[in-house]
C-alpha cells in the first residue's frame, strides 16, 4: 500500500522541512540542515494550492509517470525526466496515477550561493529560466546523475566532519556541472554563450522575484534591466510562450494562493500585502486570473487539506 502525499505539502518549505518529513516516511535521520537527499516512492496527489521550497531542488524520476506544474508551466514527467525547482519557484499540481520513484537532492540558499561564483555565468541562468525546468536525460546520462544522487546521499549521512559540508558541496557543484554541460555545452566541448534575450529573461525574472509583491509594472522591470517595455515583454514571449505582464501575474497569483491557503490572513490583509488599492481590486484580479474568487479558492483548498 502507498502513502500519497497531499496535504503536508501545502505550505511553503525549507530543506530542513523536506527533510524531517522524508526521514519521517523512511525512519532515517538525516542531522543536516544545508542539503538533503530524500526518494519518492509512492503515488504523488496534491490539491492545486501551491507549495514553495526555499533552496535548489534536483529531482530525477527513476520509474513511473506524473504530471506537474513548475512556476508558469505544467509538464508531465517520465523515467529519466530531470526536474530543476529553482529556489523559491512554485510548484502546484502535482499528480501521479501510479507510485512513482524519485530521487531527490536539496541545498539551502546559503550553499547555492556559495556555489553559484563557482559555475561561471550558466547557473543564475539554469535556475530562473522556467524553460528548462524538465528534461529528458539519456539512460547513459540519467545514470551519470543517479551515481552522483547517491553519492551524495552518502556523504549527507556519513558521520560529521570538519569538512563534511565542503565535500557535499563540492560534489553538489559538480552535479550542477554536469546539468550545466547538458544544456550549454555543444558536443565539441565549446561552451554556448547566453544570447542577449536570455539574459534579459534571467535577470528579469530575478527581479520579478524580488520585487513582484510590490510592483506589477511592466515599465517598472523594463526600467530595472534599461530595455522598453515592449521589448521585454517580446523576449519573454518569444522564450516562454508568455508575455512579461503574463509572467509576473503568475508570481502574484500563486503567492496569493498561498496566503489565502496556509495562513489566517484575511483578504483585505493579503490584498495589502500584495500592493494591491483595496480588496475588490484585488477580487477581481485574483478571479479574472483563476476563476475563482479568494475567499471560493480559500475554501476549496480548506476542503482539498481535509
Known sequence: MTDNISSDFKRTYDIADISRYFDRKSGNTNPETYAVYYEVDSAINSSEAPIRVLGLTIALC???EGEV???IKKYKFCKNCLMLLNPNQYVHSLYSKSPVKIKAIGCNLEMIESIMPKISGFLPLIIH?????ISQLSEENSIDIQEYMRIIGDKLKAVNSPLKKTKVSNLIQALLCEIIEKH?????GVEKPKSRKEEILSNFIIEVLQNFRVERSVAFYADKLCVTPKHLSAVAKDITGHTASELIDHYVIMEAKIMLAETALTIQEI???LNFANQSFFGKYFKHLTGYSP??????ASMQSQ
Request: net charge neutral.
Open 62 to 64: 527513476i520509474e513511473g
Open 69 to 71: 506544474g513548475i512556476g
Open 129 to 133: 529560466n522556467p524553460i528548462e525546468s
Open 184 to 188: 550549454y555545452v555543444s558536443k565539441d
Open 271 to 273: 490584498s495589502n500585502k
Open 295 to 300: 475567499s471560493e479558492f480559500r475554501k476549496m
